[in-house]
């Protein structure tokens, strides 16, 4: 095909093959195993290692409360329709099983196998109770009786007390014990107290005794007069996903409330118990909690390796990542005699950030604290989808309002996770005078951004503020993002439009520099990739985002590929495209960045995408999966400055010349590493971390 000819029509959704794209949910599995093969990686520093087993243990939690439950849910109902990769909800659950099994084999042994002993290596040391010496023996008769006893509830099982109910995620010991008068053999449930650390630390400071031994060695005394005759740790996983009624939502608050409340009583969907639990016990378990065989995972280590997190706070510099302090952005450094006016440095040239190479404290939050303070500032407006629990920047926004400033936030209350602390933001800013709205009914807002209007000398001016991340100052030190500060007038325009919508009532907004969804931003990526299918082999497109699922855009894809167009894609996450399949595929590349720092921004570059060989790049919130471009508020925006464009670029070129970091996704849908961590030239993190430092050095 030449550049002048038109670009093959896609097929619609109803005409694809199973083989032309890879199954959503195992995709996603796959991501959990490239952070459990940074688990495994010896180069790794040791704490670090601990850090991703941990990352892979919760990664899996959620997985099962929300992607397996809904699963099971349509099974439960059911449907047999095949997902586009040709698959029924019940042969999902088949193969999910079987790679879920494979990773947990993996997971312990490297922890059990490898960073354990590592570990003891550099005295942290995993101690069993038998290994304990009668001073610790001492030590944690004591903590036991101070701490912990006090809090310990036994729940027994007899025909006086039905089973108990087990909490979502906690973990619990399964206690059997012998009454020695009556002869009866009795069940009774233990709940680990979860304000209590996962790994008890001995005086060293370095040993620890996971909590469920310390309470297994004290058992007689929770059972006096009781013969134990043995325990076992287990834990269950319930369906934790938000759904809430239209009729319900007439009070989007209250429905979300009632939503929390039933969301402690839905099904359980996995039980995870230790490996030498008895079948007669097992099925009583899974009987009570309604769980077939498949629904088991039986573990030879401990269970919730989430707790490892608490083992990463140990102050050992030596076994972790060194400490990156963000150095200053020349345009928010303030001559010496003057504070900075982060209002100036916006109105000289926009600005693009880039987290955590940049400080988001001195930057965004510095943004919006300033214009709390201002008082030629008249309004704050901004979408809130995740925030930290001490959040320096709903704190401005309460001071803005006590000073009297028109202030708006958007709390999205149906952020998966994080919708209780949500809910107490939100009432915090209306009792403080914001102006507080829930989102939108039927759809998430997820878009990141926020309008800073002021009163300048020269009029009225609006100050933007567009990321791909959340507005959370603990993730930002965290999560890679990107971030544009301008006061370009179209864009201010855009924004107050954009506002308007969330807040009040509008339809057919017309934006000028935004690319909202659910409204335009699907047809807009068609547009793109058409347009440098049209020019055939001098086409090009890359893009960086977390998720590729969206089958309407991978086919659109598919087509641009197919007219010679070069596509290359860095996705951190699940990606159900198949690349380099010859005829439907040659041109696409993909790969996956996985290390420190969690891959978070979405970049797009279209080659041509302003003609006349101009390149677009946009940056923004949304992915390419269906909920992003038809379920949610998004926003991408053009970024046009050449400087910044150049910045985004080099992002761009790191990530695809890494080999230290990178997997590449190969036609049979399996992922490799790139290259060897141990000879590679290009990490993409200490690579970024370099040029920060070089350009703040000019």
């Known amino acids: 095909m030449t550049g002048t000819e038109s670009p093959p029509e896609a097929p619609t959704p109803a005409?694809?093959?199973?083989?032309?794209?890879?199954?959503?949910?195992?995709?996603?599995?796959?991501?959990?195993?490239?952070?459990?093969?940074?688990?495994?990686?010896?180069?790794?520093?040791?704490?670090?290692?601990?850090?991703?087993?941990?990352?892979?243990?919760?990664?899996?939690?959620?997985?099962?409360?929300?992607?397996?439950?809904?699963?099971?849910?349509?099974?439960?109902?059911?449907?047999?329709?095949?997902?586009?990769?040709?698959?029924?909800?019940?042969?999902?659950?088949?193969?999910?099983?079987?790679?879920?099994?494979?990773?947990?084999?993996?997971?312990?042994?490297?922890?059990?196998?490898?960073?354990?002993?590592?570990?003891?290596?550099?005295?942290?040391?995993?101690?069993?109770?038998?290994?304990?010496?009668?001073?610790?023996?001492?030590?944690?008769?004591?903590?036991?009786?101070?701490?912990?006893?006090?809090?310990?509830?036994?729940?027994?099982?007899?025909?006086?007390?039905?089973?108990?109910?087990?909490?979502?995620?906690?973990?619990?010991?399964?206690?059997?014990?012998?009454?020695?008068?009556?002869?009866?053999?009795?069940?009774?449930?233990?709940?680990?107290?979860?304000?209590?650390?996962?790994?008890?630390?001995?005086?060293?400071?370095?040993?620890?005794?996971?909590?469920?031994?310390?309470?297994?060695?004290?058992?007689?005394?929770?059972?006096?007069?009781?013969?134990?005759?043995?325990?076992?740790?287990?834990?269950?996983?319930?369906?934790?996903?938000?759904?809430?009624?239209?009729?319900e939502a007439d009070d989007l608050l209250a429905a979300v409330e009632m939503e929390l409340r039933r969301r402690r009583f839905r099904r359980a969907v996995r039980l995870e118990i230790d490996g030498d639990v008895g079948d007669e016990v097992l099925a009583v378990i899974q009987r009570e909690l309604d769980l077939d065989d498949d629904d088991v995972y039986r573990f030879v280590g401990p269970l919730d390796l989430g707790g490892l997190w608490g083992l990463h706070g140990l102050e050992r510099p030596e076994l972790k990542d060194p400490n990156w302090a963000p150095p200053p952005l020349p345009q928010f450094v303030a001559d010496d005699d003057e504070r900075l006016d982060v209002f100036a440095a916006i109105r000289t040239a926009d600005i693009l950030l880039h987290h955590p190479y940049d400080s988001f404290s001195a930057t965004t939050e510095e943004f919006i604290r300033q214009a709390a303070r201002d008082p030629r500032v008249l309004a704050i407006k901004l979408t809130l989808y995740r925030t930290s629990g001490d959040s320096p920047i709903v704190k401005a926004l309460i001071r803005a309002a006590e000073n009297g400033k028109q202030v708006a936030a958007l709390v999205e209350l149906k952020a998966r996770g994080d919708e209780q602390r949500n809910i107490e933001w939100a009432r915090r800013l209306e009792e403080a005078g914001v102006h507080v709205v829930y989102g939108l009914v039927g759809l998430k807002t997820h878009t990141k951004t926020c309008l800073v209007v002021r009163d300048d000398p020269e009029g009225i001016r609006r100050y933007c503020h567009i990321g791909t991340g959340n507005y959370n100052s603990t993730t930002a030190r965290l999560y890679e993002d990107i971030g544009l500060l301008t006061c370009d007038e179209e864009i201010g325009l855009d924004l107050s439009h954009l506002f308007n919508y969330l807040t009040g009532y509008a339809r057919d907004v017309d934006y000028t520099q935004l690319v909202v969804a659910p409204e335009v931003l699907r047809g807009r990526l068609h547009e793109l990739i058409r347009g440098e299918a049209a020019r055939g082999t001098a086409g090009s497109i890359t893009a960086k985002f977390n998720s590729l699922v969206d089958a309407d855009l991978i086919e659109a894809l598919y087509a641009a590929s197919q007219a010679g167009v070069q596509i290359d894609l860095v996705v951190r996450g699940m990606c159900c495209i198949r690349p380099g399949v010859p005829g439907l595929s040659d041109t696409v590349r993909v790969r996956s960045i996985v290390g420190r720092y969690l891959e978070h921004s979405r970049i797009f570059r279209f080659g041509n995408g302003g003609g006349d060989d101009i390149p677009t790049y946009l940056i923004g919130s949304a992915d390419l999966m269906p909920r992003n471009l038809d379920r949610r508020v998004e926003a991408l925006v053009a970024v046009t400055e050449p400087p910044l464009q150049q910045r985004l670029q080099e992002i761009l070129d790191v990530n695809l010349a890494d080999d230290v970091l990178a997997w590449t996704l190969g036609p049979d849908g399996r992922w490799a590493r790139v290259g060897d961590p141990a000879t590679g030239t290009v990490d993409t993190h200490l690579r970024l971390q370099e040029l920060a430092v070089a350009r703040a050095r000019r």
């Not at 029924?88 to 922890?111: K, M, S, Y």
């Not at 031994?213 to 934790?240: C, K, S, W, Y």
């Open 15 to 247: 005409e694809l093959v199973g083989d032309r794209l890879l199954n959503r949910e195992l995709s996603w599995l796959d991501f959990d195993a490239r952070v459990l093969g940074l688990a495994g990686d010896a180069h790794v520093p040791l704490l670090e290692r601990c850090k991703f087993l941990a990352i892979f243990s919760q990664n899996l939690d959620e997985f099962f409360q929300v992607r397996v439950a809904g699963l099971k849910d349509q099974v439960a109902a059911g449907i047999t329709a095949t997902t586009p990769d040709g698959r029924t909800p019940a042969q999902q659950l088949l193969e999910i099983r079987d790679r879920v099994q494979e990773l947990i084999a993996t997971q312990e042994r490297v922890f059990l196998g490898e960073v354990v002993p590592a570990l003891a290596g550099h005295g942290v040391v995993f101690s069993s109770w038998s290994e304990l010496d009668d001073d610790d023996v001492k030590h944690l008769d004591e903590v036991f009786e101070q701490r912990i006893f006090p809090v310990l509830t036994p729940l027994a099982v007899d025909p006086s007390h039905p089973f108990p109910y087990i909490s979502h995620l906690s973990l619990s010991l399964g206690v059997l014990v012998r009454d020695p008068v009556a002869g009866e053999r009795r069940f009774a449930r233990l709940k680990l107290p979860t304000n209590l650390p996962r790994f008890v630390v001995m005086p060293d400071g370095e040993r620890f005794v996971t909590l469920e031994q310390v309470i297994a060695a004290h058992l007689d005394q929770l059972f006096p007069g009781m013969e134990v005759e043995g325990h076992f740790a287990f834990r269950v996983t319930r369906n934790a996903d938000l759904t809430l009624e239209e009729e």
